[in-house]
C-alpha cells in the first residue's frame, strides 16, 4: 500500500532568496579517526562540486542523529568512509546554490531540505554540501531552517516505518518504543494521523506531551515494564533493539500471532528475525530512504499543522562535540540542530 505525495509548491509559490557564487573553501566540523565528541573540531575544507543530477546547497542547519554519533565512534556507516578527514551528517536545511540545468525545479535560490548520500560524499556539519536532486524537497514554507533540518532523517525513517511497511490505518494497534526521540516523535503523529491505536513507551517527562501528539497510552519505561500492561498489538516499532533491558526481545511477546516486528537497531539484536519466527510473529528490518517525493508529502502535512517537530537544542557549528554529548546521554526530545550559517 502507497500513498501518493500530495503535490509540493511550484517554483513559482516559493519566494526565492539571493545567492552568490559559493567561495573555494568553508568551515566545516571534521574528524580525523574515530573517537570521542573531542574528535570533532571546526577546519577548512574545500566546497564540493555537483555533477549530473546533484545540487550545491548552501546549509543553514544540519539535524544531529544518533547514526552520526555511532559513525563517529567507528560505528554506523564508519566502514563506508572513503577517507579522512570526514564530516558527519545527513540531513539539512538551506539554500540551492546550484542546479543540474537552467530549468531545474529547484532553482538556485529555492529554500530546500532534505539528506546527503553521506558517507558517499561529505555530510552536512558544513556551509556546503552536495546533495541528490531526488533526496530534496522544498522547505516546509511554516518552518525556519532550524526547526526543518531537524525533519528530513528522522520523519522519513518514521514515514517508511509506518506508512510503507507497518501500512497504519484506522483500528490498528501500534506499539512505538522511544516515542519521545527524534524518529519516535513522528511516527506517533503519523500512526495517529492514519488512524492507529497508539501506544509508546518513553519516559514520564515525556508523557503528556506525546498524548497531544496522538498516543492513546504512554508507558513509563522507568517504572513500568511495557509486556506487563500491553497484548495483542498488531505492530511493534522498535527503535531500540535489545541494546537496553532486552527490549527487542520483550517485544515479541505482546504481538499477536502473526503480528509484525520492525526494528531499526538491527546491530543490537541480529538474531531478530529466527527469535520471531519461533514466536509465531513476523519480522523485518528497515533502513531510511531519503526520498524527495514522501519529503514533499511530509512538508504539506508541516505546514498543515497535522505534524510538528520538536527542536530540543541547537548548538553553533563549532559546538558541535557538545551536541553529539548531549545526544549520547540519551534523554533528547525531538531533535538536536547545528546552526551551520545565517538565513
Request: net charge negative; glycine share 10%.
Amino acid at each position: 500500500m502507497r500513498f501518493r505525495p500530495l503535490r509540493s509548491a511550484s517554483a513559482s509559490d516559493v519566494e526565492r532568496v539571493a545567492v552568490t557564487a559559493p567561495p573555494t573553501t568553508m568551515n566545516a566540523v571534521v574528524f580525523d579517526s574515530p573517537g570521542e565528541p573531542e574528535a570533532l573540531r571546526l577546519a577548512q575544507a574545500p566546497v564540493p562540486s555537483p555533477v549530473i543530477s546533484e545540487l550545491l546547497v548552501r546549509i543553514v542547519a544540519a539535524g544531529v542523529n544518533p547514526i552520526d554519533a555511532k559513525s563517529r565512534r567507528g560505528a554506523g556507516v564508519s566502514a563506508q568512509i572513503p577517507g579522512y578527514p570526514s564530516t558527519l551528517g545527513f540531513d539539512f536545511s538551506g539554500v540551492v546554490v546550484k542546479s543540474p540545468y537552467e530549468a531545474h525545479p529547484l532553482a538556485p535560490g529555492t529554500p530546500v531540505f532534505g539528506m546527503t548520500a553521506f558517507p558517499r560524499s561529505g555530510g552536512t556539519y558544513g556551509e556546503y554540501a552536495v546533495v541528490p536532486s531526488l533526496s530534496v524537497a522544498r522547505k516546509p514554507a511554516s518552518l525556519s531552517h532550524v526547526e526543518a533540518a531537524g525533519v528530513p532523517l528522522a520523519a522519513l525513517t518514521a514515514w517508511g516505518l509506518i506508512v510503507e511497511t507497518a501500512h497504519a490505518h484506522e483500528g490498528q494497534r501500534i506499539l512505538i518504543h522511544a516515542g519521545g526521540g527524534g524518529v519516535g516523535h513522528f511516527a506517533v503523529q503519523f500512526a495517529a494521523h492514519f488512524g492507529a491505536h497508539v501506544t509508546a513507551t518513553a519516559s514520564g517527562r515525556n508523557a503528556a506531551w506525546l498524548r497531544e501528539l496522538g498516543a492513546a497510552v504512554v508507558i513509563d519505561h522507568t517504572t513500568t515494564r511495557f509486556e506487563e500492561v500491553i497484548a495483542d498489538v498488531d505492530v511493534v516499532i522498535d527503535l531500540i533493539g535489545n541494546v537496553h533491558a532486552s527490549t527487542g526481545s520483550r517485544s515479541l511477546d505482546v504481538l499477536r500471532p502473526g503480528g509484525l516486528y520492525v526494528v531499526v537497531a538491527t546491530d543490537s539484536w541480529p538474531e531478530y528475525a529466527a527469535a520471531a519466527a519461533a514466536a509465531g510473529v513476523r519480522a523485518t528490518s528497515y533502513k531510511v530512504i531519503p526520498d524527495g517525493g514522501s519529503l514533499s508529502t511530509i512538508a504539506r502535512l508541516l505546514d498543515s499543522g497535522a505534524v510538528q517537530v520538536y527542536i530540543d537544542r541547537v548548538f553553533p557549528l563549532d559546538e558541535a562535540a557538545a551536541a553529539h554529548r548531549m545526544l549520547e546521554e540519551g534523554h533528547t526530545r525531538g531533535k538536536i540542530v547545528l546552526r551551520v550559517s545565517d538565513d
